[in-house]
Every structure is written in C-alpha cells, then in structure tokens.
C-alpha cells in the first residue's frame, strides 16, 4: 500500500499527556499506520509542555514542540531595513483588524486581502531575520495599531482604544502570530533532511486557528496542500474564553473600586492599578474586537486556501460557512471513537431504572445547577429517582468554585434525611469521580443510570452524549451545539436553561421503561454507524489519497520518483488539452 508522509498540526491537546485524553487524533493515527506522521504541535501553557507526550506509535517519525505561551527563542533583532519591512507588513494587518468585516480600506482592496498580504509579508520576514514576537512588542507597533484604530471607516469598538489597550492588543497579536518563529519551514536544503513542513506530502491542520498558519506557510512557500479539520470551532472557543475574560476582568476590577472607596488613598491607588491590570488582560471591548478580529481574519484564511475543510457536525458546518468557506470544500466528517469499551454495558435494570446519570466537568458551561433544579421536581413526583454525578476530572482551577457551588446547592434542595430513627440519612444527588474504585471508567459510570442527561447550556460536539449512545442509553439532552445532529431523534430534546422543560422529559423516560428501551437501541445503533473509529480512519484514508492525487509529492530527499507529479492522463495516448479547450482536431474541421 502507498505511503505519504502526513504533517499533523496541532495546537494543545493531541499529543500532550496535560490533556484528559489522546481523543480522536491518536486513534487515526493509529488506524492509519501505513502512513508515516510528523507532529508539529503548539503547547498553550506551561503544563502541557512539561507534561509530556501521550505514547504515540512507530508511525509517528517525529515530534516538534513550539510554544504559544511565552516567546519563541527565534524571535529576531531587526536591522533598519527590517524594521522598515515589519512596518509595511504590520500596517496592512493592524489596517485589516480594525475595520469591519467585509469594509474596502481603500476604496478597491477588502480587509482580508490586506491582512493576508500582511500576513504573509511578516511570515517572509520571519524566515528572513527571525520572528516578529519582539517588534510587535516595541512602541512603533502600538503606534501603528493607534493609526489604524484612528482612521477613518475603523471598527466603532476600537476607535476610543487607549494605550494601555494598545498595548493589550500587540501582546495577544504576538501569541496569536508565534507560529511565524516556529522554525519549522526550512527549504528542502537547509537543515536536515525532511526535518520541517518542507518534507511533508501533506498538511493537516487540527484546527482553524493558530494551529493552520504552518499549514498555510507550507502551502505558500511548498506548495503542500492543507487539509483542516475543525470537530471545537476554534473561533467561537475565542468568543467564549475572551467573553469570561471579559466578566472576570469586569469582577476584578468591581473588587478593586469597592477596595478603593473603603481604603485610604494610598490603597485606592492599588485598586486603580488592579483595575487597569483587568483592562489589559483583555477585558476590555476594543482589546477583544481587535483579537476576535485576528482570529477571525485567521481562520477565513485558512478556510479559503485549504485544499479541503472536514468539519465535524453540521454546527461546526454553518461556521466554518459563516467565514467564507466554500461549500464545495466542505465534507462532514465526523470523529471517531472507541465504542468497543462501552460494549460491555448491559441494558438497565433494578435500581438503574429510576437513576439518571450526568457524566462531564462541573463547570458553568455545563449548567449543572439547572440539572438540580430539575431533578428537585423530578424527586418530588417520584421519590425513587436517584441522580448520579460522575465527573471526569477536577475542573479547572477558575471553575473550582463552581464545584463547591454545586455540592452546596445539592445539599440544601436533598439534605440526608432518615426514613426512622434507626436507618441512616442518604442523599438521592450522589457525586462521583471517575478513576475511583465505583466508577473505575465512563462506561461504568453510564452503568449507573437508565437515563443520560447533558444539561449544558454551551456546547459544541456532545462527546458525551455519544459515549451515552454507544451504551444504550436513553438520553435528554439540552438544544446546544450539535445536539440535535448528533442524537438524530433517538433521545429527547429541551430548550437550555429550563429545569422544568428538563425534568418533564426525565420523568417521561423514568415512567416508561418500553420506551427507554427503544430508545436507547436505537442510540447504540445509530453511534455504531455514525461515530465509530472505522468510519473516521477509513473518511480520512480515501481524503488524504484524493488531496495527493491533485499534487506533486515531496518526494524522496535524494530526488527520486515523485508519485502523483505527472496527471494520470499524461501517459494515455493521444494529445490532450486543458478543460474548456478546444482540441486540434475539432478546430481543423472547422
């Protein structure tokens, strides 16, 4: 069987141990194994990249590790001529930023060819004199980012931005643009043999966002053709952390003034400097317009060059869509995962039957809270209900609080109550962790329960919800993301943030087991078609051998045969044209 050699792109996640698991990703490498794999992956914080790698197989030849959250050591000292350089290049994409999408700037060019050609200039430059993390950081990048946010037809949002804005804006600019100082773009000759992007046959960016600008360099200066996968829409991720930036920059800075007014001057003067610090951390409007913007420019970039775009639900479809991607690039392809762990899991009996099951984080985006309230009506009606809690790790260290929160609030709405004097109180909420010796898995955990509840009130792909699915579950399910999509109308389905909708569909389940039943073997079904590893492995198989097949390969190092570099009508007989042409003889007989 022929073998091309993949560049994988990634950006946290796969292949870092940090990460809950290795997900999809590893399991296609995996299926994949007569093809070779270079991972060039893009570390966001400091745990992932001290955690380590994931066990990754033969396949994968090698591991290139960059980080996004502190500056690249390639980052250059730039001469006068490359300071004038980064300035032409950071004005056309600072220009691009600050005006609404769709604008003309000048009349003729729109905002995303000029933040392309901006781009692509401050790439260039990059591979010239080292990346531009430190110009970006300088004073002459904050002026030109005022120029553009003062100039006539820019954004509303950005136009009263101060300095102290500015300032916020450059540095999540030069997070944003790190992947130019990654150093992985060596012509074929200029460092080790097949070491970089330049080696590859082809991209595959796991990601619209940071993790595709390798992939788009590669197609620039390669001609290696890119293939993006989108299964958590980058952008609207962006949205959602830069909105809880926003409120939690907004709480900071409440605290501080509330400091301010009770304190002497002196501590009113270290509230204020709190408040400003909240402001550049992103809170503040114009420093999010200007970073969604870069992010968004970003991914319509990615979109459009892309050779082929695979989102992986309809939702993440109607964004990628939403950005200008064309429809004739789009396929659906949806992520694999492992059913045969959840195989064993038998169909509910006993006490199960009156026990719904949540699997998940205890974060606000999951609207347990809602769950509670709910099931405070569902106990009420049937006092033999039972709820299991089982968390799949603790949440993140912002969230914490909200786990408390929710413990709290179960023990105020169920307080342990003993039927006599001689029985023991029991809660019917119980809260688990999975790992412990009662729930040693998620398929143990959706052994618990007859019914599968997803609350959130955000969501994107319901992984969850599936791994329910896989184990004949019946489920209810909140009307987020690709909820819908995903169940296909073999669970029930209630608007988000309404407990009482939510417990009227848990109820309607506990009182009719026929149902249930039905139900949740349709599920299984359903899951075992759709979402399968097979199904993944063998859609990104007949994909990368259908993009290679428009393209040169890189070939071998030492100039050997290049497959796929001549059409395969070349070796037909007869002389051929291109499309739309006209050939020799039709036109001599005319």
Same mark, same amino acid.
């Given at each position: 069987?022929?073998?091309?050699?993949?560049?994988?792109?990634?950006? =946290?996640?796969?292949?870092?141990?940090?990460?809950?698991?290795?997900?999809?990703?590893?399991?296609?490498?995996?299926?994949?194994?007569?093809?070779?794999?270079?991972?060039?992956?893009?570390?966001?914080?400091?745990?992932?990249?001290?955690? =380590?790698?994931?066990?990754?197989?033969?396949?994968?030849?090698?591991?290139?590790?960059?980080?996004?959250?502190?500056?690249?050591?390639?980052?250059?000292?730039? $001469?006068?001529?490359?300071?004038?350089?980064?300035?032409?290049?950071?004005?056309?994409?600072?220009?691009?930023?600050?005006?609404?999408?769709?604008?003309?700037?000048?009349?003729?060019?729109?905002?995303?060819?000029?933040?392309?050609?901006?781009?692509?200039?401050?790439?260039?430059?990059?591979?010239?004199?080292? =990346?531009? $993390?430190?110009?970006?950081?300088?004073?002459?990048?904050?002026?030109?980012?005022?120029?553009?946010?003062?100039?006539?037809?820019?954004?509303?949002?950005?136009?009263?931005?101060?300095?102290?804005?500015?300032?916020?804006?450059?540095?999540?600019? @030069?997070?944003?643009?790190?992947?130019?100082?990654?150093?992985?773009?060596? #012509?074929?000759?200029?460092?080790?043999?097949? =070491?970089?992007?330049?080696?590859?046959?082809?991209?595959?960016?796991?990601?619209?966002?940071?993790?595709?600008?390798?992939?788009?360099?590669?197609?620039?200066?390669?001609?290696?053709?890119?293939?993006?996968?989108?299964?958590?829409?980058?952008?609207?991720?962006?949205?959602?952390?830069?909105?809880?930036?926003?409120?939690?920059?907004?709480?900071?800075?409440?605290?501080?003034?509330?400091?301010?007014?009770?304190?002497? #001057?002196?501590?009113?003067?270290?509230?204020?400097?709190?408040?400003?610090?909240?402001?550049?951390?992103?809170?503040?409007?114009?420093?999010?317009?200007?970073?969604?913007?870069?992010?968004?420019?970003?991914?319509?970039?990615?979109?459009?060059?892309? #050779?082929?775009?695979?989102?992986?639900?309809?939702?993440?479809?109607?964004?990628?869509?939403?950005?200008?991607?064309?429809?004739?690039?789009?396929?659906?392809?949806?992520?694999?995962? @492992?059913?045969?762990?959840?195989?064993?899991?038998?169909?509910?009996?006993?006490?199960?039957?009156?026990?719904?099951?949540?699997?998940?984080?205890?974060?606000?985006?999951?609207?347990?809270?809602?769950?509670?309230?709910?099931?405070?009506?569902?106990?009420?009606?049937?006092?033999?209900?039972?709820?299991?809690?089982?968390?799949?790790?603790?949440?993140?260290?912002?969230?914490?609080?909200?786990?408390?929160?929710?413990?709290?609030?179960?023990?105020?709405?169920?307080?342990?109550?003993?039927?006599?004097?001689?029985?023991?109180?029991?809660?019917?909420?119980?809260?688990?962790?999975?790992?412990?010796?009662?729930?040693?898995?998620?398929?143990?955990?959706?052994?618990?329960?007859?019914?599968?509840?997803?609350?959130?009130?955000?969501?994107?792909?319901?992984?969850?919800?599936?791994?329910?699915?896989?184990?004949?579950?019946?489920?209810?399910?909140?009307?987020?993301?690709?909820?819908?999509?995903?169940?296909?109308?073999?669970? *029930?389905?209630?608007?988000?943030?309404?407990?009482?909708?939510?417990? @009227?569909?848990?109820?309607?389940?506990?009182?009719?087991?026929?149902?249930?039943?039905?139900?949740?073997?349709?599920?299984?079904?359903?899951?075992?078609?759709?979402?399968?590893?097979?199904?993944?492995?063998?859609?990104?198989?007949?994909?990368?051998?259908?993009?290679?097949?428009?393209?040169?390969?890189? $070939?071998?190092?030492?100039?050997?045969?290049?497959?796929?570099?001549?059409?395969?009508?070349?070796? *037909?007989?007869?002389?051929?044209?291109?499309?739309?042409?006209?050939?020799?003889?039709?036109?001599?007989?005319?």
């Amino acid at each position: 069987m022929f073998s091309l050699r993949i560049g994988l792109l990634a950006e =946290g996640g796969f292949p870092f141990a940090a990460d809950e698991s290795p997900g999809w990703c590893d399991r296609l490498v995996r299926g994949l194994a007569h093809h070779e794999f270079d991972v060039f992956a893009f570390a966001v914080d400091a745990a992932q990249e001290t955690a =380590g790698l994931v066990p990754l197989p033969p396949q994968v030849r090698t591991v290139h590790v960059a980080p996004l959250w502190r500056p690249a050591p390639g980052e250059g000292r730039y $001469g006068r001529a490359d300071r004038r350089r980064f300035a032409e290049h950071f004005t056309e994409l600072a220009t691009a930023l600050a005006v609404p999408d769709g604008a003309e700037t000048d009349g003729r060019t729109s905002g995303q060819d000029r933040f392309a050609y901006g781009l692509y200039g401050l790439a260039e430059l990059a591979g010239d004199a080292g =990346g531009p $993390g430190r110009a970006l950081r300088s004073e002459p990048a904050v002026r030109i980012l005022e120029r553009a946010c003062r100039a006539p037809g820019a954004h509303p949002a950005v136009r009263g931005a101060r300095v102290a804005e500015l300032l916020a804006a450059a540095a999540q600019l @030069d997070r944003a643009l790190r992947p130019l100082a990654a150093g992985w773009y060596e #012509a074929p000759g200029g460092g080790p043999a097949g =070491g970089g992007l330049a080696g590859v046959d082809l991209c595959h960016a796991l990601s619209g966002g940071p993790a595709a600008l390798p992939g788009l360099l590669a197609r620039r200066f390669f001609g290696t053709p890119l293939l993006v996968t989108e299964y958590g829409v980058r952008v609207r991720r962006h949205y959602l952390e830069s909105a809880a930036s926003a409120a939690s920059a907004a709480s900071a800075a409440g605290t501080a003034s509330t400091a301010g007014t009770a304190s002497t #001057a002196g501590t009113a003067s270290t509230a204020r400097t709190a408040s400003g610090a909240a402001a550049r951390a992103g809170g503040s409007l114009a420093v999010r317009a200007l970073t969604a913007a870069c992010h968004r420019r970003l991914a319509a970039e990615a979109y459009d060059k892309a #050779a082929l775009v695979t989102p992986g639900n309809a939702h993440a479809r109607r964004w990628a869509l939403r950005l200008g991607a064309s429809r004739a690039r789009l396929r659906t392809v949806y992520p694999g995962m @492992d059913g045969e762990r959840f195989a064993r899991v038998e169909e509910p009996a006993g006490e199960e039957d009156m026990t719904l099951v949540w699997v998940g984080r205890t974060e606000p985006a999951a609207d347990l809270v809602a769950l509670l309230h709910a099931f405070a009506e569902v106990h009420r009606q049937e006092p033999a209900a039972h709820l299991v809690v089982a968390e799949t790790g603790p949440p993140p260290a912002a969230h914490a609080g909200y786990r408390d929160h929710c413990r709290a609030l179960a023990a105020q709405l169920f307080p342990d109550e003993a039927a006599d004097a001689h029985a023991v109180g029991a809660s019917p909420v119980s809260f688990e962790e999975i790992g412990d010796p009662a729930v040693p898995d998620t398929a143990a955990a959706y052994a618990t329960g007859g019914v599968a509840v997803l609350s959130s009130a955000v969501a994107g792909f319901p992984v969850g919800l599936v791994e329910a699915m896989f184990c004949a579950r019946a489920t209810v399910s909140t009307d987020v993301g690709a909820v819908r999509e995903v169940i296909g109308g073999t669970g *029930l389905v209630v608007p988000p943030r309404n407990p009482r909708a939510l417990a @009227d569909a848990c109820l309607a389940l506990l009182r009719d087991p026929a149902r249930r039943a039905r139900l949740g073997a349709a599920a299984r079904a359903r899951a075992g078609e759709l979402f399968t590893v097979e199904q993944n492995v063998r859609a990104f198989r007949e994909i990368y051998l259908e993009l290679v097949s428009r393209s040169p390969l890189a $070939g071998p190092a030492d100039g050997g045969p290049r497959p796929f570099a001549r059409p395969a009508e070349a070796h *037909l007989p007869g002389r051929w044209v291109a499309a739309g042409a006209c050939p020799v003889s039709e036109r001599a007989g005319r």
